[in-house]
C-alpha cells in the first residue's frame, strides 16, 4: 500500500524559513516523480513543485520560484520542500503527493500539512 | 500560459441525480493531460479520472469522464451521499500542472 507520511507544519513568523517532509513507502520512491501542492484556508489547490525520480527535472510555478526548493534523499525515501521567507499569504496546508505511471496526475497524496505564517 | 475554468461553482443536486461537471481550457489540449479529482472536507485530494476518462482503482463505475480539444466532463450517475464534495480538474503541460478553481457538489 502506497502511503506518504508528511510532518514538519507549524507556525512559523513572517519572514522565517520553514522545511516539510514526506516519507513515502509501498513504492519504488526512485523512479516515482513526487509533487507539493497546497491548499489555503477555504481556497483552491494550487500546484507549486515537481522533482523527477532520479532528483532532476524540477519544475516550480511562478508563486513557488525563487523562495521554495523541492528535493528528494532517495536513500530514505523522503521528499522534501525547503521553504524561505515565508509571507502570510503562505499560509495553507501543504501536499505531497505521488506522480501516476499513466497519466501525469497525481495517484496518491500524503495527509496535508499545515503552516501557519503569523507574527 | 493554458488557463482552466470550471463551472458551475457550486452544484446543488439530490440524491440519485445526475452530476455534471465542466472543465473547459484556454487552448486544446491532450485529453492524457486531463485528470478529476474530489475532495472531502479535512481530507487529501483524491484521484478519480486520469486521462480525461479512465477511472482510478476503487472509483465507482458510477463516475465517468469525457471530453477533447478543449471541454472536458466529469459525470456522476446517481449521486450518492459520499459523492457530495468539490472536484477539481486538473491539467498538465509544458511541465507545469494547473488546477481548475473547483465545483462544489452539494446536497
Sequence with gaps: EVQLLQSG???????????????????TFSSSGMHWVRQAPGKGLQWLASIGGSGMSIYYADSAKGRFTISRDNSKNVLYLEMNNLTPEDTAIY????????????????QGNLVTVSS | ??????????????????????CKT????????????????GQAPRLVISGASSRDSGIPDRFSGSGSGTEF??????LESEDFAIYYCQLY??????????TKVEI
Design chain 1, 9 to 27: 507544519g507549524r507556525l512559523v513568523q513572517p519572514g522565517g524559513s520553514l522545511r516539510l517532509s514526506c516519507t513515502a513507502s509501498g513504492f
Design chain 1, 95 to 110: 501536499y505531497c503527493a505521488k506522480r501516476a505511471i499513466k497519466y501525469a496526475c497525481f495517484d496518491s497524496w500524503g
Design chain 2, 73 to 78: 466532463t466529469l459525470t456522476i450517475n446517481r
Design chain 2, 26 to 41: 484556454s487552448q486544446s489540449v491532450n485529453s492524457g493531460y486531463i485528470a478529476w479529482y474530489q475532495q472531502k472536507p
Design chain 2, 93 to 102: 503541460g509544458s511541465s507545469l500542472w494547473t488546477f481548475g478553481q473547483g
Design chain 2, 1 to 22: 500560459e493554458i488557463v482552466v475554468t470550471q463551472s458551475p461553482g457550486t452544484l446543488s443536486l439530490s440524491p440519485g441525480e445526475r452530476a455534471t461537471l465542466s
